[in-house]
């Protein structure tokens, strides 16, 4: 009996939260705590409460308390119009990363390097599943206007340092990558898996890779891979410049030299 004189409920009548759930919510904290910050991308670098409720499928409400609890950790700001921003504390915490610190620092220099000689767009970028992040650009003086930007992400089958690290990924990486919905950019851009197929064998015996109006029409690309003490490639570099304004074999010893220099200097 309970000290009202009601009888106790059995255990099994007991309702016990799940753990990591709130009462009444749907969804693992985390995981809503997540599409919130999900909800915010390149084109959408700055969201109202109601648009970021949409977003992320949340109730309002819901989402209104995780926005002021990222706020008041720093992952967020918001200004007095009550529109969001990602915050410092996440741009703090990413660059962290060691995969991407360590590289960029250490590829840095090179990029620098090449980026002085050849004035035009110098890339690094790393395979993150079966897509393109990049980590580093150095864009050059009157150079082609470029698409990427360092943290976007980017469909590995249509840019230089894409080509690249797709052409030395795992198989299974290579067949989801071409048995899947290849994205087309411009009218130039190859979403033929087999011709696809073709091309990773030219990067992998040649060692660089040629990307030509793929992604816009005015700009042409080289890559190249870059390789850990083991061999293992786990980047590739790209100089992106304008559609007829160097052949494509002359750009590549420069880009293969800048590779090396970095790959050297991982080991």
């Not at 198989?171 to 071409?178: C, I, N, P, S, T």
């Not at 410049?241 to 970095?262: C, D, E, K, M």
Request: proline share 7%; glycine share 10%; with cysteine.
């Amino acid at each position: 009996m309970s000290r009202h004189g009601r009888p106790a409920p059995r255990p099994e009548e007991v309702a016990v939260p799940h753990r990591g759930r709130v009462p009444g919510a749907t969804g693992p904290v985390l995981g809503r705590a997540l599409k919130v910050l999900e909800a915010f991308s390149p084109d959408h670098p700055e969201l109202r409460l109601s648009e970021v409720a949409r977003r992320a499928g949340l109730p309002a409400a819901t989402a209104h308390r995780l926005l002021r609890e990222f706020c008041a950790w720093g992952a967020l700001e918001r200004d007095e119009a009550g529109v969001y921003r990602v915050g410092l504390r996440l741009w703090e915490l990413g660059s962290l990363a060691p995969r991407g610190l360590g590289l960029r620092e250490r590829a840095l220099p090179f990029l620098e390097d090449l980026s002085q000689i050849t004035r035009e767009n110098v890339q690094l970028a790393v395979r993150e599943g079966t897509e393109v992040v990049f980590i580093e650009r150095i864009a050059g003086s009157g150079a082609v206007p470029v698409l990427t930007r360092v943290g976007g992400r980017f469909a590995l089958t249509a840019t230089g340092v894409g080509l690249v690290l797709l052409a030395h990924a795992p198989a299974d990486v290579q067949e989801d990558v071409l048995a899947g919905r290849i994205e087309r950019y411009t009218p130039e851009t190859v979403t033929d898996p087999d011709r696809l197929r073709h091309l990773l064998a030219d990067v992998r015996t040649h060692g660089f890779s040629i990307s030509e109006r793929q992604v816009t029409l005015d700009s042409l690309s080289v890559g190249a891979p870059i390789h850990d003490a083991r061999g293992q490639v786990v980047a590739a570099v790209s100089l992106v410049v304008r559609y007829g304004s160097a052949s494509p074999h002359a750009l590549a010893p420069l880009v293969r030299t800048s590779a090396r220099a970095i790959s050297r200097a991982l080991g």
